[in-house]
Structure formats: structure tokens, C-alpha cells
């Protein structure tokens, strides 16, 4: 069963919620999901945080990691905002994407942020940011058909 599949039958087997925390696992040959559920219904979900690790980029040169990453910015067009390079550190071995531009109104500017890391995790978070304040993780509000649409693609891309 593909990852996809696996939390598709995981989400449609949980009841409606709001307003707490579930965290959904699962995994297929050579993939491993983990996201944050804070909201789920019908239509769509929330989570605070989105990760896939993959095997076969476990110890993926940082030219891959970084060639991975242009590959998912053009991919995740069905985003909230297109998502772009931002940084590369080669110490750590990590790609950072971010919204470009990212959503902003009277109360902040909000975004999300993809990191490409050593190890095979690419993680998605959503965060927002108000002006004088820190930035903070909030949910990503999805469809269920994006929220699959996202599993498919970054195992796709592992």
C-alpha cells in the first residue's frame, strides 16, 4: 500500500475534530509520514507540523538535497503561495524554502517553510508572524485532496 493510501484509509477512519492534537503516522517501503493533526472534517484538515522521511535520500550528497528542493518549489504550485529557495547551509546540510511572496494583511504576514534535510526528512510547517513579534507555528489549513496530494509528491520526490 502506497503512503498515500495508507493515510487516506487512516484519515477516513477517524471521527471529526477540532481544536486538539492527533498525530497520524504511517509508512510504506521506504517512506515514514508523520504530521501534526490539529483539525479534521469532511473536506479538509490542519496540521501544525507535515514530514516525510525517506530512505533512499538518508544520506543523499547536498547537491541532491538541493536539486530536490527546486524539483518540489516548481511541483507544490497548489499551495497557498508559490514556495522558493531561501537557504542553502551545507554545514547542516539543509534546504530552506519559504513562501514567495508570502501571504501578508493588516495583522502580519504568514507562510510556509520547507525544510530539505540530511537524513531524507522534508518537513512543512506553516508559521505567521506579526509586527514586533517572533515569528510562531500555526495550522496549515488544507483539502484533504491537497493534503494527499502533498503525501504523494514528497514521497514522490524521495
Given at each position: 500500500?502506497?503512503?498515500?493510501?495508507?493515510?487516506?484509509?487512516?484519515?477516513?477512519?477517524?471521527?471529526?475534530?477540532?481544536?486538539?492534537?492527533?498525530?497520524?503516522?504511517?509508512?510504506?517501503?521506504?517512506h515514514?509520514?508523520?504530521?501534526?493533526?490539529?483539525?479534521?472534517?469532511?473536506?479538509?484538515?490542519?496540521?501544525?507540523?507535515?514530514?516525510?522521511?525517506?530512505?533512499?535520500?538518508?544520506?543523499?550528497?547536498?547537491?541532491?538535497?538541493?536539486?530536490?528542493?527546486?524539483?518540489?518549489s516548481?511541483?507544490?504550485?497548489?499551495?497557498?503561495?508559490?514556495?522558493?529557495?531561501?537557504?542553502?547551509?551545507?554545514?547542516?546540510?539543509?534546504?530552506?524554502?519559504?513562501?514567495?511572496?508570502?501571504?501578508?494583511?493588516?495583522?502580519?504576514?504568514?507562510?510556509?517553510?520547507l525544510?530539505?534535510?540530511?537524513?531524507?526528512?522534508?518537513?512543512?510547517?506553516?508559521?505567521?508572524?506579526?509586527?514586533?513579534?517572533?515569528?510562531?507555528?500555526?495550522?496549515?489549513?488544507?483539502t484533504?485532496?491537497?493534503?494527499?496530494?502533498?503525501?504523494?509528491?514528497?514521497?514522490?520526490?524521495?
Amino acid at each position: 500500500m502506497s503512503l498515500r493510501s495508507s493515510a487516506d484509509a487512516i484519515l477516513n477512519s477517524l471521527a471529526a475534530f477540532h481544536d486538539e492534537e492527533r498525530l497520524l503516522e504511517c509508512h510504506d517501503a521506504g517512506h515514514r509520514l508523520r504530521c501534526q493533526l490539529s483539525a479534521l472534517d469532511k473536506l479538509g484538515c490542519a496540521f501544525q507540523m507535515f514530514e516525510v522521511r525517506s530512505d533512499s535520500l538518508a544520506s543523499a550528497s547536498m547537491d541532491r538535497l538541493k536539486e530536490l528542493s527546486e524539483a518540489l518549489s516548481r511541483r507544490l504550485t497548489y499551495l497557498l503561495e508559490p514556495i522558493s529557495l531561501v537557504e542553502v547551509d551545507a554545514d547542516q546540510r539543509v534546504v530552506q524554502l519559504r513562501s514567495n511572496p508570502p501571504q501578508k494583511d493588516e495583522t502580519g504576514t504568514s507562510y510556509y517553510e520547507l525544510l530539505v534535510a540530511a537524513g531524507g526528512r522534508l518537513n512543512l510547517r506553516r508559521y505567521a508572524k506579526s509586527p514586533g513579534n517572533p515569528r510562531h507555528p500555526i495550522p496549515a489549513q488544507v483539502t484533504r485532496e491537497v493534503f494527499l496530494r502533498l503525501i504523494a509528491d514528497f514521497a514522490a520526490a524521495g
